[in-house]
C-alpha cells in the first residue's frame, strides 16, 4: 500500500523511514520532505502543502493512509478535511489539536478534569498581566496563547524579565494573534520527560518514554530551541510514576476531551515537570509526535509501524502490544550556524555514513540544491541516533558518526542523554 507522511523535519523523516520498513508499504511519499527523505528507498517527496491539494494527491494516488507530523496543519483542521472527503488520516481534528494550539483552551481543560498542572491565570491586558506578575513574584512564566514554534514561552527567573515578556507579547505584539492573549503561570521546579501516546478516540497505547533537550547548550546553557536531542528511554520514568502518569494525567485527558464533546485521535504529548518527591504535573500538550523525541523512539520500535497505524484509525489500538528494541537510543542534534535566532542556510554538508544497524543519521532542514548536492536548509539540519546498551554506549555510537559530519558553523551539544547517566 502507499502511506503519506505531512513534514518536513527530523520526525517525519523517521516517521517515514520506519513506515518504509513494512512488508506492507509499496512507496512513502513524504509532502513536502527533505534531502534525507528525498534520498531513502521507497520514500518519495511530493511538493505539496495546501491542505485540499494534499487531499487531491491523495485521492489520486489511492493512498491508503495518511500520518501528520507537525502541528500547523493538524490547527488547520487537515484531519477534519481529509475525514469529511473519506480519507484515513491518522492525528486530531482541529477542535482536539486546540489542546496545543492554545494554551488557554488546555489550561481551562485541566482545571475543569483536575489534571495535575501548574496554578494560571490568563490576560489579554497588559495592566492586569504585570499586577499578577507583581502579585505572584518571580520565577514565574509568561506563555503566548498559541502556536509560536516553541518560542512563546519566557521562564522569568526575575520580576524584570517577567514584565519585559508581558510587555513583548501583550503591548508590543510581538507574537500577533498567538500572543494576543497569554497565560501566566506557577513556576515548577523538577526534571522534564516526555511521555506520548497513541490514541483512537477511545484506547490508549503509550510509545516509550524519552527525554528532551531544549537549552542550546552543554549543561543546559543559552537559549531555548526547538529541541537539541532526545534519547529513549527515559530511566526517571519508573514503572510506578508511568503508571501514575496514565491514571492521574493521561487517561483523564482522553476522558475529559470525550466528555466535553471532543473525541481524541492521533498522538498525545503530554510534557511532564517531575518534582522532587517524584509527582508529575502536566506543562504543555503537544497533539503530535514530539521533534527530536521521534528519532530516537522510531529507532527502538520493532513493532511493524503501519499494523500499529492501521490499528489506529480503525479504533483497535487495545488489540497492539508494541515491541521495544532494549537498547538505549540518544539523538543528537546538529544544527546550522546562528540557530535558534537567524538559522544560516545553503551550506554544504559532507561526510554523512551509511546507516548501520547501530547508527542511524536522520534528516531535518537539508536539502539537495540545484547541483545536487546535499545542503543546509533550516535550523536543525540532523538527528544523528547512536544505539547502544548503555546511555553512554549509546551517546559513543552517536557522536562517532556526528564527528564524522561537517557543514560550517554545525552546532551540537557534547552532553545528550545526561540525566539518563544520572539514574
Ligand atoms: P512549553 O512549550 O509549555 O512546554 O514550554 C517550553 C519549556 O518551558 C518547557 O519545556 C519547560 O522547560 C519550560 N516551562 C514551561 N512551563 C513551565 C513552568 N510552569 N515551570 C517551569 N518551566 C516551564
Ligand atoms: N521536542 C519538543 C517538541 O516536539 O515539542
Known amino acids: 500500500m502507499k502511506i503519506l507522511v505531512v513534514g518536513s523535519g527530523g520526525r517525519e523523516h523517521a516517521l517515514a523511514w520506519k513506515l518504509a520498513q513494512s512488508d506492507k508499504v509499496q512507496m512513502v ?16 517527496n511530493v511538493a505539496i502543502t495546501e491542505l485540499d491539494a494534499l487531499a487531491d494527491f491523495v ?41 496545543e494550539s492554545s494554551k488557554d483552551f488546555a489550561k481551562a481543560f485541566m482545571q475543569r478534569h483536575g489534571i495535575p498542572t501548574a496554578k494560571y491565570q490568563t490576560f489579554t491586558e497588559a495592566a492586569a498581566a504585570h499586577a499578577y506578575v507583581d502579585a505572584n513574584g518571580a520565577p514565574i512564566v509568561i506563555k503566548a496563547d498559541g502556536l509560536a ?7 522569568a527567573m526575575t520580576l524584570e524579565e517577567a514584565h519585559a515578556a508581558v510587555d513583548h507579547m501583550l503591548a508590543d505584539n510581538k507574537f500577533g494573534d498567538a500572543g494576543a492573549r497569554i497565560v501566566i503561570e506557577e513556576f515548577l521546579a523538577g526534571e522534564e520527560a516526555s511521555f506520548i501516546v497513541m490514541v483512537d478516540g477511545k484506547h490508549v497505547l503509550p510509545l516509550a518514554t524519552s527525554q528532551d533537550h531544549k537549552r542550546l547548550q552543554d549543561q543546559d546553557q543559552g537559549p531555548n530551541t526547538g529541541g537539541m536531542g532526545a534519547y529513549s528511554p527515559a530511566p526517571i520514568i519508573t514503572p510506578s510514576l508511568h503508571a501514575r502518569v496514565m491514571r492521574e494525567i493521561i487517561n483523564p485527558t482522553v476522558q475529559g476531551m470525550a466528555k466535553d464533546g471532543i473525541v481524541f485521535t492521533g498522538f498525545l504529548y503530554a ?3 517531575i518534582d522532587a518527591q517524584g509527582n508529575p504535573r502536566t506543562l504543555e500538550f503537544n497533539c503530535r509526535m514530539g521533534d527530536p523525541e521521534t528519532q530516537p523512539i522510531m529507532s527502538r520500535l520493532k513493532s511493524d509501524l503501519v499494523t500499529v497505524m492501521e490499528h489506529a484509525v480503525n479504533g483497535t489500538l487495545d488489540q497492539v502490544e508494541l515491541d521495544w528494541d532494549r537498547r538505549t537510543a540518544v539523538g543528537v542534534v546538529m544544527a546550522a550556524a546562528g540557530y535558534p535566532d537567524d538559522p544560516k542556510k545553503g551550506d554544504r554538508i559532507d561526510g554523512i555514513p551509511a546507516d548501520t544497524p547501530e547508527c542511524v543519521s536522520f534528516h531535518a532542514g537539508t536539502k539537495i540544491d540545484a547541483n545536487g548536492a546535499l545542503v543546509t536548509s533550516g535550523g536543525r539540519v540532523l538527528c544523528v541516533v547512536g544505539l547502544g546498551d548503555s546511555v553512554r554506549m549509546a551517546q559513543k555510537q552517536a557522536y562517532e558518526t556526528v564527528d564524522k559530519i561537517h557543514f560550517d558553523g554545525m552546532q551540537f551539544r557534547r552532553d545528550i542523554g545526561w540525566r539518563g547517566l544520572k539514574h
Open 59 to 99: 485521492e489520486k494516488e489511492h493512498i491508503a493512509l495518511t500520518v501528520v507530523g507537525p502541528e500547523v496543519p493538524l490547527a488547520a483542521g487537515i484531519v477534519n478535511l481529509f475525514r469529511a472527503r473519506g480519507l484515513k488520516i491518522f492525528g486530531p481534528t482541529r477542535e482536539a489539536a486546540q489542546l
Open 149 to 155: 514554534a516553541g518560542k512563546g514561552v519566557v521562564v
Open 29 to 44: 511519499y513524504v509532502a513536502p520532505g527533505n534531502g534525507g527523505t528525498a534520498r531513502d528507498v521507497r520514500l518519495q
Open 271 to 273: 510534557g511532564l515537570m
